[in-house]
RNA sequence: GCGGUCGUGGCGAAAUGGCAGACGCGCAAGACUUAGGAUCUUGUCCCGAAAGGGGUGGGGGUUCAAGUCCCUCCGGCCGCACCA
């Protein structure tokens, strides 16, 4: 049986400084690189004019501030990074979550990260470019997109095809390359400065729901292509340059942005869906029936938007398209510390991967890698090590300065962790084979989206090119819910409240730390710490040491060679059952009860088998393995338990004889009564109906229906006679 | 705003739709002790002397039976957040 559990605590587990390590991580970077995966792009990063430096995403907080040292100067700078094309795989990243066996909460979370819209793409031809000036073929101007500036077009992703007819106006994101082309003469002080301010605003400022809406006028406009009507494109910091094409068509009757944004600005607002009965349709947002809409008139919604999809196909002006939130993978850092990216630069043949018998590229010795103090990265100190010669032209070049971020090693430890030593392949695919996919991953909800969602399209790459065998690495995961502080806040040197570790163990053993982590509550519940819980976990253990261990030391008399009697059998095999199948569920809070409560009935037994005490530190093995261990050394044995068979349960042991049964009148619960297991249903029907109680409540009712559940309860329906 | 999740004693929590509060903490009383912050025993949801009654965030519903299923409202936590 492969049992293989992970924790994401990957850098214990793998020595990140082995060259070997670098090698095949980089390795995996030149196969992304030549499936066209890796491209280099502008991109903006955090830089704080007073470290002097790049910083990384964590290090800046929400009011834009440097958490290192608390200067206020910081602002996004474009600068060329490395971005691996994780957009390309999102498709089958949505999908493949059917595959696996992870909580919905979490797959949830990756499909909203992933963000799939549906939708359709429409082409609105600019005024002054009619019908005809674009593609000969088609005669419709096509040459639309984002950030081409030929256009003569502008082309919007919309998810509601069929409110086309209530556009009044367009617009396009303050960085859309059309902006400088658009702008009329008188309108562009107006545009440069607003231009100007969205990119000096931080993202917070920007995404700020609470602030009204702000934008301007292009002075240019747009023709809305289903009625042929004259629309102005303005431009506002509202609309975003990542997503879809950057631009939107703006429909203000259904679209609540928009219509916030147009009544600020006065634009018209036009109702072309028909809300349901008693909702307004000013401003509604949900599926209605279509009005004012020409050809898609009367339609409800869904029908409304194939037809009017159809349509555009037909003319060329549009067609069903697909969107994604998910973004591409900023890939490289301006740090010291991280796998040099294996790629050169020459003037005449452009970034070029280096050989790979050149793998590992190992960082080079520097005396100082602290920041330059201009956006380069540390690497470009190293003037002799940036000096090679292009792989291609055999000419001059300098080799790549930025890092790989430390995800690049998260991303496939666990496959590298199956053969950590292997020279020749990343891993062998015998091992490979044997062990992969990881049967049970254990971390933390905060790798819902990021590390899982990397270590997934690295998987699917390295699955795409004949690495792995399977198309998903994880194949159950659970999420440890957070322990936070005794005061229920989660545990940070601020606030003075963490736990450490140490100290426990130093106190109370580090097998009283472990059980009551488990015992605590439920696996993947969020739950405060408490002192005192410990207190009452290391008693538990002590209990079961004084049952093995006397005063003297030694083993405790009481322990005997017999057989144990029914009583205790039935003790012990509840606990087996129990403890096996809540260890397999994950549930060791309730596991452990179980072993508290076969203490408690042992407790006044007289002498023990010893036979079943071997049996119970077996179950208590996986739970408290060194007070485990160490008493099953005590009781002579000279192996360790841990190869031991796991106890069997039987449940012919378990059988009761006898149940006490509640009698239930009118839903109640009334009496008891005990009643021997093999007992029929009449005859309990008839000894519940005879219970003196049971008559006295009958008095003056009518039982109409017995209905009784073995061993547990006896419900009487009554009704007034 | 959207998505998710959770609301049960003084506390952490149990409970295939079938006797709510298992187990542990805390608390109380007792035992053993020169002593105990060690250990053991007993008790501990609320009202009530008892008989009995009430009780799983509020309200409604389904069911013979609801902590559990459905609707709705309130509150906490997590994620995303102007995604067109």
């Known amino acids: 049986i492969q049992q293989v559990g992970f924790s994401y605590d990957w850098e214990r587990e793998i020595d990140t400084t082995d060259p070997h390590y670098y090698r095949w991580t980089q390795w995996i970077f030149m196969k992304l690189f030549e499936k066209g995966l890796a491209y280099e792009s502008e991109k903006p990063v955090w830089w704080c004019d007073g470290c002097k430096a790049v910083l990384a995403n ?167 292509p289903v009625n042929d009507k004259k629309i102005p494109v303005w431009i506002a910091d509202y609309v975003l340059m990542g997503y879809g094409t950057g631009a939107i068509m703006a429909v203000p009757g259904h679209d609540t942005r928009d219509l916030e944004f147009a009544q600020a600005y006065k634009l018209p607002i036009e109702i072309v869906v028909q809300a349901p009965e008693g909702k307004e349709s000013l401003g509604f947002v949900g599926d209605g029936v279509s009005v004012n809409s020409g050809l898609i008139t009367g339609l409800p919604t869904p029908e409304a938007k194939q037809k009017i999809t159809k349509w555009l196909e037909e003319k060329k002006i549009g067609k069903e398209a697909i969107q994604y939130k998910l973004r591409d993978w900023l890939f490289s850092r301006q740090r010291y510390w991280g796998e040099p990216i294996p790629v050169v630069h020459c003037a005449k043949c452009g970034p070029v991967l280096i050989p790979e018998s050149e793998l590992p590229l190992m960082l080079p010795e520097m005396k100082d890698y602290t920041p330059t103090g201009n956006a380069e990265p540390p690497l470009a100190k190293a003037a002799d090590w940036l000096k090679c010669k292009c792989t291609k032209c055999g000419g001059p070049a300098k080799r790549e300065t930025n890092t790989m971020p430390q995800w690049a090693g998260s991303c496939w430890y666990y496959l590298r962790y199956l053969d950590p030593k292997n020279a020749t392949a990343p891993i062998d695919p015998k091992k490979e084979k044997y062990w992969m996919n990881v049967d049970l991953y254990v971390g933390g909800a905060e790798h819902a989206v990021l590390h899982l969602l990397y270590a997934r399209f690295w998987h699917k790459v390295l699955y795409d090119i004949g690495v792995v065998s399977t198309l998903e690495p994880f194949q159950k995961l659970t999420n440890q819910g957070m322990i936070l502080g005794e005061d229920s806040q989660k545990m940070s040197k601020s606030r003075g409240n963490v736990v450490n570790p140490d100290v426990m163990i130093a106190q109370y053993g580090a097998d009283s730390l472990r059980l009551y982590e488990m015992f605590m509550g439920p696996l993947e519940m969020t739950k405060p710490w408490a002192n005192s819980g410990v207190e009452g976990v290391y008693r538990f253990l002590g209990k079961v040491w004084r049952l093995f261990i006397d005063k003297e030391d030694k083993l405790h008399p009481s322990i005997v060679q017999r057989t144990p009697n029914a009583a205790e059998l039935k003790t012990l095999h509840k606990a087996i059952k129990k403890v096996t199948e809540d260890l397999e569920g994950l549930r060791f809070n309730t596991a452990i009860s179980a072993l508290m409560i076969f203490m408690n009935e042992i407790a006044s037994e007289q002498d023990h088998s010893r036979e079943m005490l071997e049996k119970f530190l ?104």
């Open 618 to 721: 077996l179950l208590l093995a996986p739970l408290a393995p060194h007070v485990a261990e160490e008493l099953w050394q005590r009781l002579g044995h000279t192996t360790t338990l841990a190869y031991e068979k796991w106890p069997a349960y039987d449940d012919q042991y378990l059988v009761e004889d006898q149940a006490e049964m509640a009698i239930l009148v009118g839903g109640k619960v009334r009496a008891k009564m005990v009643v021997s297991r093999n007992e029929s249903d009449d005859a309990i029907r008839k000894m519940s109906l005879e219970h003196p109680r049971v008559k006295e409540l009958l008095v003056g009712k009518v039982v109409k229906k017995v209905i009784i559940v073995p061993g547990r309860t006896v419900n009487l329906v009554v009704a007034d006679a």
């Open 58 to 224: 964590e290090e800046v907080d929400a009011n834009g501030t440097c958490e290192r040292k608390g200067h206020k100067d910081v602002y996004r700078r474009p600068l060329r990074q490395w971005i691996l094309k994780i957009t390309a795989y999102a498709e089958r990243l949505l999908k493949d979550l059917d595959l696996l066996d992870w909580s919905e909460p979490i797959k949830e979370m990756q499909r909203n990260w992933i963000g799939k819209s549906t939708g359709a793409e429409v082409t609105f031809p600019l005024e002054g470019h009619p019908r005809g000036s674009g593609d000969p073929e088609t005669g419709y101007p096509l040459k639309a997109c984002g950030n081409d500036t030929e256009n003569d077009a502008i082309r919007v992703f919309t998810t509601r095809p069929d409110t086309l007819f209530g556009a009044t106006y367009m617009v396009l994101a303050p960085e859309h390359a059309m902006v400088a082309k658009l702008t009329t003469p008188d309108q562009k002080m107006a545009v440069d400065a607003y231009v100007a301010t969205a990119t000096h605003k931080s993202d917070l400022d920007r995404t700020d729901l609470a602030k009204d809406k702000t934008g301007v006028f292009t002075g240019a406009y747009a023709i809305n």
